[in-house]
C-alpha cells in the first residue's frame, strides 16, 4: 500500500492503494466515481476511457503509481453541466442503447476532437477502434461525433 | 374511444396501502443516500412534489401536477424505460414532460411479464400500460366532476389540465390527484382512438440519456454501500471438468481478502427451471474489500480440478419437465463439426411433411443443394454479469441486472431459505442482455455468499468469467434442397437441420406453405457446454441459411431475389399448402416489407460497383426486410448501406425503434462476419475481446436507414426481428461483390479466407 495525490478532474484526491492497483479501480471502487466503466480488463474494448493529460487511455491498464503529475479527466469531470459538444450531440442523436459503452466512447470522442476538430469518416472509425459497441450503435457515434465536431468549429 | 373492462388487469390496478401518499418509497438509490428533491424527467430537472398520491400500481401524481410512471421491465437496451412509460402517459394526457421515470421493482402483485424476453415487453403489457394511464385519466375526471357538481362526462383531459367548459372551470391533474386517489377504480374505462395519440408513434429520447452522458451511477456494477463487500468466482477452465480440491493459503494472505470458500449452488434435488441453470455447481469464491484485490486472489488459488461424470439435469420450462444431458469428457470443435455433418447425411426426426417430397426429387431434373452452420457464440454483455445482495436472517434485498427477475426470485428464496415475500429484487439499467441475464444464477450465487458473510455483497464476473462460462448460442448445422423440373420449376423443397444442443428447425415457418413437395426435418447432438437463448434464438442461424438458399435458388432459376419470393408469398397467401392455421406468418405482411425495402432502396436500379444482397424473415410476431449494400475497397467488402423496411405493428417510440434496427443490422453483420466461439479440449479458445472479435467501428455499415409500415396493429416485438435476416443479406451481398458464396460462419475465416 502507497499513498498517491492524483489530479483527477481538477481536483486533488488522496488514495491509500497498492500502486499495481489501475486507475479503473481506483476510480470506481476508491473514489466511487463509477462513471468509467469495466468491460474487459486488457484494454481491447475502451468501456474504462479517461483522458490523461490530453489523451485517451485505458484505465484498466494505468496502474496508479504510472500517473504521476499527470492530470487525468474522467467522464464525471469532461463538463460541469453535462454541456460538453460531445455530450450534447450525443443527446442531440440520442446514441445509447443499453448506454453502458457511452461513456469510454464519448472519452475517445472529446480526446479525438481535441486534437482533430475536423476529423474525416474515416479518421473517426480509425480513432474509435478500440471502442466496442456490442449493442451496434456505431452508426449513430459517426454521425454524433461529426456533428460536435461541427459546432466546435 | 374504445370502452374496455378494466377488469383485464385488475390485479395491476390493487394499491399499494404501504405507499399511498407516502411520497417516493419506491425505488433504490446507489450510494444510500437521499433521495434528490430534484428529479431528471426526461432529461432537464423538474421540481419534486411536497406529496406524491398513488392512483394505481403505474403511476403517482404529484400535488404540483408531476407524474411519476413506474416502467415495470427489465431495460437491458432495447429502451422500454421510455417506451412502456410513454404508453402510458399518452392513456393518463399528460406533457411528457412533466413524465418522470422510475423503475419498478420486481412486484407480481401488480405486474405481468417482467421479462425481457421474446421480445414481448412492449406487446405482452400494451393493454395494461394503456388502461393503467386511462383509469387514472378517468378518476381524475371524477374527481373534477364531483368537486365541481358536473357531469364527468362533459369533463375534458388535455396534457394534464381538466376544464368543464360549461361552467368555466380548470384545475391541473396536482389539484385533484389527492381526490382521484380515494375514488374506486372504474368498471369500465375509455380507451384512446389509434388516431388521438399524442405520445405514441412520436420519437421521444431516452429517459436517461443525460445521467448516461454524464457518468451517473445507473448500472448494476455501479452499485456501492456502505460495509459492501466484493466477491468474485473461479469456475472450472473446461466444461467436463469439476472442484477436487484446493489450496487457498496464498489468496489469503493477500491483502483485502476477506475468506475463500467453495460454494455449491443447488442441492442435486432442487426443482430447477431452465433458467435457473449453471454449468458449474460447484465454484470457488473469493471474498474481499475491492475488486482489484479479489480479482488478483483469483488467480492465487491453488485448485486441482477432476473429470466430471455423465450428468443428467432435470428441470422445468413453463411446467414441462426436461432433461437435458451432459455427457463426460472435454470436447473439441472438430469433433462438434464432424458429429454434425456426420448426422446431417442420415435421415432425421420429421417435423413437417407436404406433398409428396421424395418423389419430386426422384423426378428433379436438377437438384440443388448447400449446407450451412454457424459456430457457438458468446453473448458479451458489455457489462460483465454482476449482482449485489444483502441477505440478513429474515430479508433479502438483491439489486442489479436480471432479465428475469420474476423466475429467478423462487430459486433465491429457496437457497436462502426465506419466504419467497422476504426476497426484495430491483432492477438496475442493464448494459445488454441479448439473453444472457435470462439465467440468473448469479442472482443465487451472491444470495448465498451475502447470507454466508452475513454482509453487503456485490459479485462481479471478469470478462473471462463471463466469456468462459457456458450459456452460448448453440452452433448449428443445415442443408438445404430444392428440387426443380426440367422447366426450372421448383418442385420439391427440403430442410435438414440440426445443432449443439437444440435443432434451429421452424418447421412451420416460410418457405412452408409455399410448395406443394415439403420435408422438414431435425436432429440434436447432446453436449455438456451449456447454451441458452440468445437474441432471436435458432432464428439468429437458421434465417440466414434460409435467405441465402433462396438467393441461390432464385438465381438457378433466372429470377430476381424479391420477385421470387414474393412469388412464393402469393402461393402462401392465395392457395397455402397444408393446413393454413398451421403456417405461423401472415405472407401479406412478409411481401409487405419486401415491397416496402424494394421501393426504399431502389431495387432493381444498379449502380456501378455497388453490389447488393436482400433477405426477409419473420420471427417475434414482426416481419423485416433488408438490403445490404456492398462496394469494395480493394480485396476488402465494405458495408455502405442498410435499407430495412419492419412491420411491428404500432410503433410506439419511432427514434428508439430505429435505433434497435440499426443495432440489430451491426449486430448481425458482426457476428456473422466476425464472431465464434471454439473449443479444444472443453475449454473455450477465446476468453476475451483480444481473440474474440466483435464488429467495430470501421466495419460497421456507413448508413443504415429504416422504414416502418404504418398500420394499426397492436405492437410486436422489435429487439430480436432485425438481427436474424441480415446475415442472409450479407451472405447475398458478398456473393455479388466478390463472386463467392459464404456458407460458414463467421464468414471472415469461411475458406478460402474473405479478405487477409
Ligand atoms: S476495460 Fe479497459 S479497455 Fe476494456
Ligand atoms: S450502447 Fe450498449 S454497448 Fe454501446
Known amino acids: 500500500m502507497a499513498t498517491f495525490n492524483l489530479k483527477i478532474n481538477g481536483k486533488t484526491q488522496t488514495v491509500d492503494v497498492d500502486g499495481a492497483t489501475p486507475m479503473l479501480w481506483v476510480l470506481r471502487d476508491h473514489l466511487q466515481m463509477v462513471g468509467t466503466k469495466f468491460g474487459c480488463g486488457i484494454a481491447q474494448c475502451g468501456a474504462c476511457t479517461v483522458h490523461l493529460g490530453d489523451n485517451a487511455v485505458r484505465s484498466c491498464q494505468l496502474p496508479v503509481s504510472a500517473v504521476g503529475e499527470q492530470e487525468i479527466t474522467t467522464i464525471e469531470g469532461l463538463s460541469e453541466h453535462g454541456d460538453h459538444p460531445v455530450q450534447k450531440a450525443w443527446l442531440e442523436v440520442d446514441v445509447p442503447q443499453c448506454g453502458y459503452c457511452q461513456a469510454g466512447q464519448i472519452m475517445t470522442a472529446s480526446a479525438l476532437l481535441k486534437h482533430n476538430p475536423n476529423p474525416t469518416d474515416d479518421e473517426i472509425a480509425s480513432a474509435m477502434h478500440g471502442n466496442i459497441c456490442r449493442c451496434g450503435t456505431y452508426t449513430r457515434i459517426k454521425k454524433a461525433v461529426k456533428i460536435a465536431a461541427e459546432n466546435n468549429s | ?756
Open chain 2, 1 to 756: 374511444m374504445t370502452l374496455v373492462k378494466s377488469t383485464l388487469g385488475r390485479r395491476a390496478f390493487i394499491r399499494n396501502t404501504g405507499l399511498a401518499g407516502g411520497g417516493l418509497v419506491l425505488g433504490f438509490s446507489f450510494f444510500n443516500s437521499c433521495k434528490p428533491k430534484v428529479a431528471e424527467a426526461v432529461g432537464m430537472e423538474l421540481e419534486m412534489p411536497k406529496e406524491w398520491f398513488e392512483i394505481n400500481g403505474y403511476l403517482k401524481i404529484g400535488d404540483n401536477g408531476v407524474v411519476t410512471i413506474m416502467s415495470p421491465n427489465p431495460e437491458i437496451g432495447q429502451n422500454v424505460r421510455t417506451s412502456m412509460p410513454m404508453i402510458v402517459a399518452d392513456e393518463l394526457e399528460i406533457d411528457w414532460k412533466n413524465v418522470v421515470v422510475e423503475q419498478a421493482p420486481l412486484n407480481t402483485n401488480l405486474y405481468s411479464w417482467q421479462v425481457a424476453g421474446g421480445s414481448r415487453s412492449i406487446s405482452s403489457s400494451w393493454q395494461n400500460l394503456r388502461m393503467a394511464g386511462a383509469t387514472a385519466r378517468q378518476m381524475l375526471k371524477e374527481a373534477a366532476a364531483k368537486a365541481w357538481q358536473v357531469p364527468a362526462s362533459e369533463i375534458t383531459a388535455i396534457a394534464g389540465v381538466l376544464s368543464h367548459e360549461a361552467s368555466g372551470n380548470t384545475a391541473g391533474y396536482g389539484d385533484m390527484a389527492s381526490a382521484a386517489a380515494q375514488l374506486e377504480v372504474p368498471e369500465q374505462v375509455e380507451l384512446k382512438e389509434i388516431t388521438d395519440f399524442s405520445i405514441i408513434g412520436t420519437t421521444r429520447k431516452n429517459v436517461d440519456g443525460k445521467k448516461i452522458v454524464t457518468g451517473k451511477p445507473l448500472f448494476g456494477l455501479d452499485v456501492q454501500r456502505e460495509g459492501m463487500l466484493i466477491a468474485g468466482l473461479v469456475h472450472p477452465p473446461a466444461f467436463g471438468k469439476r472442484l477436487k480440491s484446493f489450496n487457498a493459503d496464498a489468496a489469503m494472505g493477500m491483502p483485502g481478502i476477506k475468506e475463500v470458500f467453495s460454494l455449491k449452488l443447488y442441492e442435486d434435488d432442487f426443482d430447477k427451471m431452465a433458467f435457473h441453470f449453471t454449468a458449474f455447481n460447484e465454484v470457488l469464491v473469493v471474498v474481499g474489500e475491492s475488486t482489484w484485490q479479489v480479482f488478483q486472489a483469483k488467480k492465487a488459488i491453488e485448485v486441482e480440478w477432476e473429470d466430471a461424470p455423465d450428468v443428467t439435469q432435470k428441470m422445468s420450462m413453463f411446467g414441462n419437465q426436461m432433461e437435458v444431458k451432459h455427457p463426460a469428457g472435454m470436447e473439441n470443435s472438430e469433433g462438434h463439426m464432424s458429429k454434425l455433418k456426420e448426422l446431417i447425411a442420415r435421415n432425421a426426426k420429421v417435423a413437417r411433411k407436404d406433398g409428396n417430397p421424395e418423389k419430386a426429387f426422384k423426378n428433379a431434373a436438377k437438384i440443388v443443394e448447400r449446407s450451412y452452420s454457424c459456430p457457438f457464440l458468446a453473448h458479451n454483455t458489455m457489462e460483465p454479469m454482476n449482482f449485489f445482495a444483502h441477505v440478513t436472517e429474515d430479508h433479502a434485498e438483491l439489486l442489479g441486472p436480471t432479465q428475469t427477475p420474476e423466475w429467478m426470485e423462487p430459486a433465491v428464496a429457496e437457497r436462502l431459505g426465506l419466504p419467497l415475500e422476504k426476497v426484495d429484487i430491483q432492477m438496475t439499467r442493464q448494459g445488454g442482455g441479448f439473453g444472457r441475464r435470462l439465467y440468473g444464477h448469479f442472482m443465487v450465487e451472491v444470495a448465498a455468499i451475502s447470507q454466508r458473510m452475513k454482509a453487503p455483497v456485490k459479485l462481479v464476473y471478469t470478462r473471462e468469467d463471463d466469456m468462459t462460462q457456458g450459456i452460448y448460442r448453440p452452433a448449428y448445422y443445415a442443408t438445404y434442397r430444392a428440387a426443380l423440373d426440367a422447366d426450372n420449376n421448383l418442385i420439391g423443397f427440403h430442410v435438414r437441420a440440426g445443432g449443439i444442443p437444440e435443432s434451429p428447425l421452424f418447421a412451420n415457418r416460410f418457405p412452408a406453405g409455399a410448395i406443394d413437395n415439403y420435408l422438414a426435418e431435425d436432429f440434436t447432438v447432446d453436449t455438456n457446454i451449456t447454451t441458452g437463448a440468445f437474441r432471436a434464438p435458432r432464428s439468429n442461424f437458421i434465417a440466414g441459411a434460409e435467405q441465402s438458399f433462396l438467393d441461390e435458388l432464385a438465381e438457378e432459376m433466372g429470377k430476381d431475389p424479391i420477385d421470387f419470393r414474393l412469388e412464393l408469398l402469393k402461393r402462401a397467401e392465395e392457395n397455402p399448402v397444408g393446413n393454413p392455421e398451421s403456417n405461423d406468418y401472415d405472407a401479406s405482411r412478409y411481401a409487405g416489407v419486401l415491397e416496402l425495402v424494394r421501393e426504399k432502396a431502389n431495387w432493381g436500379q444498379n449502380q456501378e460497383g455497388i453490389h447488393r444482397g436482400v433477405s426477409a424473415y419473420f420471427c417475434h410476431q414482426s416481419y423485416v426486410a433488408q438490403v445490404l449494400d456492398i462496394v469494395m475497397e480493394g480485396d476488402k467488402p465494405v458495408v455502405e448501406k442498410v435499407t430495412a423496411a419492419i412491420d411491428c405493428g404500432i410503433v410506439v417510440n419511432p427514434g428508439a425503434a430505429a435505433n434497435l434496427s440499426e443495432g440489430g443490422a451491426v449486430d448481425g453483420i458482426g457476428h456473422a462476419m466476425y464472431s465464434g466461439l471454439t473449443f479444444k479440449d472443453g475449454s473455450a479458445e477465446q476468453t476475451n475481446f483480444d481473440r474474440y472479435r466483435l464488429i467495430r467501428h470501421a466495419e460497421a455499415p456507413k448508413a443504415i436507414e429504416t422504414h416502418f409500415v404504418k398500420n394499426d396493429i397492436d405492437p410486436t416485438g422489435m429487439g430480436e426481428p432485425p438481427f436474424p435476416p441480415i446475415m442472409g443479406a450479407l451472405a447475398n451481398a458478398l456473393y455479388k461483390a466478390t463472386g463467392r458464396r459464404y456458407y460458414n460462419q463467421p464468414f471472415i475465416t469461411d475458406k478460402p479466407p474473405l479478405v487477409g
